[in-house]
């Protein structure tokens, strides 16, 4: 098999979901946007519920099916960008959610689905989703009257706990809401990790149920191998890839491997990357091409069969550092061609 393999543990991602739920005393509901950060939001939803989540979040209405799907009836599915044009029936049919950002969008739900539940999200100074003062403050008698499930806003910087944004927006955050009886919800992973005044009632964690950063004491989630599929010698000064941009300066083992960026694999990772034998590191060399990427393995003692490249040797964290970008693009990148394997 050509494809590279991705191992998914879903008892990690539990393990994940319950320390973040044991940081604080609110429910914690999760984020499964994007096909649940790449890694499949069927499987993960149905893990995630059983051990109690009752509250997902998608982007899309689009996404909200397959969700409905996994978790059954009972569940709510919240999906971030609102209402949209179009979504009326979609939304109606698998009973989801909106998180109403914008006037329009409040004026579209109550007319097209009156008895149908819903959500609000301010804006607190990200300036990306949400209502901002003025039009807050003249829906916000309406739209509580009709009893909203959530109102929530978003930080901007919570995966930097110091800086100066996080009590800013928690100051902006009470000031709109304090009052109202409606649960409010304003901490995802980073939030939750910037302690109690943060957690409101509902946290929405993603990227730590995953393994990612700001969360460091998340178990890893995921893993990566990918297959050999051939070695060569080099001998010193023949050069390797596209643009001859890597050049053997000893004799070399080369392993060719299936993978490159139509995977996920970012070009960018053509400069310092490391795949992993066991623990042994050997350099990516060469650059990334649409399917494949070279490897120098001469320090290996034999030659393998398949390298790691994201493994505990190598979070994914750390593979997207040497991408120059972050866990979050690296997960969502993942390649719809790899196998994937659950355990746990
Ligand atoms: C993506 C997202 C989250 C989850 O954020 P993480 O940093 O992955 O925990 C929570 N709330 C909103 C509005 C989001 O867009």
């Known amino acids: 098999m050509s494809t590279g393999h991705l191992t998914i543990d879903l008892a ?36 995630l519920a059983k051990q109690g989540v009752r509250t997902f979040y998608v982007a899309m209405a689009e996404e909200g099916a397959a969700v409905r799907a996994a978790v059954g009836d009972k569940a709510q599915i ?26 329009d969008q409040i004026n579209r739900h109550f007319e097209a689905l009156p008895d149908h539940s819903f959500g609000l999200q301010l804006d607190t100074g990200m300036n990306r989703l949400g209502l901002e003062w003025d039009d807050w403050a003249a ?5 509580l009257r009709r009893k909203p499930v959530v109102v929530m806003s978003h930080l901007a910087c919570a995966d930097e706990p110091d800086h100066p944004m996080n009590p800013y927006q928690l100051d902006i955050f009470h000031q709109m809401t304090d009052g109202i009886t409606t649960p409010r919800s304003l901490a995802a992973t980073g939030g939750i990790l910037l302690g109690p005044d943060y957690h409101f009632d509902e946290c929405r964690p993603g990227i730590g149920l995953y393994g990612g950063l700001p969360f460091e004491d998340a178990r890893p989630v995921v893993r990566l191998d990918l297959p050999v599929i051939q070695l060569r010698d080099l ?4 050069v390797v890839g596209y643009g001859n941009s890597w050049q053997a300066e000893r004799p070399t083992r080369l392993a060719t491997i299936a993978a490159g960026y139509a995977d996920g694999l970012l070009r960018s990772l053509s ?69 994937r394997r659950y355990v746990g």
């Open 271 to 339: 400069r310092g990357a490391m795949l992993y034998h066991g623990d042994t590191p050997c350099p990516l060399v060469g650059r990334v091409s649409m399917d494949l990427i070279t490897v120098d393995v001469t320090d290996l003692n034999e030659d393998p069969a398949a390298l790691a490249f994201i493994c505990d040797a190598q979070p994914v964290d750390s593979l997207a550092q040497s991408a120059g970008t972050i866990g979050y693009e690296m997960l969502t990148g993942l390649s719809p061609r790899y196998s």
């Open 12 to 47: 990690a991602l539990a393990a994940n979901w319950r320390s973040l739920n044991a940081l604080t005393s609110c429910e914690t509901a999760a984020v499964i946007k994007a096909d649940a950060y790449g890694l499949g939001a069927d499987r993960v939803a149905k893990a």
């Open 235 to 238: 001998t010193a000064g023949e």
């Open 78 to 103: 919240r999906v971030l960008t609102g209402h949209m044009r179009g979504d009326t029936d979609m939304i109606a049919d698998l009973n989801l959610t909106p998180i109403l950002n914008t006037i």
């Open 139 to 143: 829906v916000a008698e309406a739209a």
